[in-house]
C-alpha cells in the first residue's frame, strides 16, 4: 500500500508563548502530507471533504524533528479515506505524536467530484465511517443557524481570506483554516479558563461548502463542555461573501483543550451549569462524545506505534 512520510523541524515560529508546538500548526502539517498524498492519488485538485479526528497526543517543542506518515485506508468513486501520524524524534527515540483520520474527494477545474484514476478499494469497516459521515453531514446542513445565541460563554472570529491562505483552485488551504480554527478555539477557552491552554483534540468536520478567496471566515466559538481541567469549544464557521451578504454554513465541529498552569500542569477549572435548553443539550452530547473520544484516544495509543 502506498505512504507517504514528511518531516518537519520545530523552529522557534511554530511554537506557543508556553514552548509547545502550535496547535494549529501541527493540524496544518498533518492535514498537508495527508494533502499530498490525495495529490499522488487523484492526480489533480482535490479538497478535505471530512475529519473524523486529530488527536494530539505528544506536544512538539522546539528542536523535536517531526516525521509524519500518511497511508490510504478505503477509496470510493472519488474520495480516499487517508490516516495520518505524526511520530516525534528525540534522542534516537520516536513516540506517537498525533494521528488523524481525514476524507478527501478528488474535483476538477469547476471543484466538482470527479472519478479517481487510482483505486485503493474498500472494506466493510471503512464503508460503515463513510456511512457515519454521510449522517453527520445530513445532520449539519440541516442546523445553519449561529451558534453563540442561548450559549454562556463564546466569541466569534471574523477575517478575510486572501490569497496567501488559498489553494490553486482558489478557495480557502483546509490545513490554513485548521490554523485558524486552533487560534480562535483556543482564545474562547483561554479568555475562560484564564490561563493558558494545550489543545488536545479536533473532533469530526464535514466541509459543506467551500470558502472562496475573498469570503470572510467566520468562526463562531462557544464553550460546549467543562471538566475538571478540560474544556470543549464548538465552533461553527461560515463563510459570508461581503458583496451580496450570503452567509454560507462550511462546517461544525469541537476541539478539546486542557487547561494549564504556568509549569504546563494541568490546572482546575470553573464549571459551566446549563442556563438554556439548547445548552443543556449540546452539553449532554458533548459528554456522550467525551467518553466515545477518551476510549478511542486509549485504542488508538495502545494499538499505533511509530516502528
Not at 474498500?122 to 449561529?146: F, G, P, S, V, Y
Not at 489543545?199 to 459543506?208: H, K, R, V
Request: glycine fraction near 8%; charged fraction near 25%.
Amino acid at each position: 500500500m502506498m505512504k507517504l512520510e514528511t518531516y518537519y523541524n520545530v523552529y522557534p515560529w511554530h511554537a506557543n508563548h508556553f514552548g509547545s508546538l502550535h496547535g494549529g500548526i501541527y493540524m496544518n502539517w498533518l492535514i498537508d502530507t495527508a494533502g499530498m498524498l490525495m495529490s499522488g492519488i487523484s492526480r489533480g485538485n482535490y479538497l478535505l471533504a471530512s475529519v473524523d479526528y486529530i488527536y494530539l497526543f505528544k506536544p512538539g517543542k522546539v528542536g523535536d524533528v517531526i516525521r509524519i506518515i500518511a497511508e490510504p485506508l478505503a477509496s470510493w468513486e472519488s474520495s480516499v479515506e487517508i490516516k495520518v501520524k505524526a511520530c516525534i524524534k528525540r534522542d534516537n527515540k520516536e513516540e506517537l505524536g498525533a494521528l488523524g483520520l481525514t476524507t478527501y474527494v478528488a474535483v476538477d477545474e469547476n471543484n466538482r467530484p470527479r472519478p479517481l484514476p487510482i483505486k485503493i478499494g474498500t472494506n466493510e469497516e471503512a464503508n460503515k465511517r463513510k456511512e457515519k459521515r454521510l449522517e453527520r453531514k445530513k445532520k449539519d446542513a440541516e442546523d445553519n443557524e449561529d451558534l453563540l445565541p442561548g450559549m454562556s460563554f463564546g466569541r466569534s472570529y471574523i477575517r478575510t481570506i486572501y490569497p496567501e491562505h488559498g489553494f490553486m483552485n482558489g478557495i480557502l488551504y483546509a490545513g490554513k483554516m485548521y490554523t485558524m480554527l486552533d487560534e480562535a478555539l483556543a482564545i474562547v477557552a483561554k479568555l475562560y479558563s484564564k490561563g493558558n491552554v494545550f489543545t488536545a483534540s479536533a473532533g469530526y468536520a464535514n466541509f459543506l461548502t467551500p470558502v472562496r478567496i475573498g469570503d470572510i471566515l467566520e468562526i463562531q466559538g462557544a464553550i460546549e463542555y467543562t471538566g475538571n481541567t478540560s474544556l470543549d469549544v464548538g465552533a461553527k464557521v461560515f463563510a459570508i461573501n461581503h458583496y451580496t451578504g450570503e452567509k454560507r454554513l462550511v462546517t461544525r465541529t469541537v476541539f478539546s483543550f486542557v487547561a494549564i498552569d504556568e509549569n504546563g500542569k494541568p490546572k482546575p477549572i470553573n464549571k459551566i451549569t446549563p442556563a438554556t435548553e439548547k445548552e443543556k443539550r449540546i452539553f449532554d452530547e458533548r459528554l456522550k462524545e467525551r467518553e466515545e473520544r477518551i476510549k478511542l484516544s486509549k485504542n488508538i495509543q495502545e494499538s499505533e506505534s511509530c516502528s
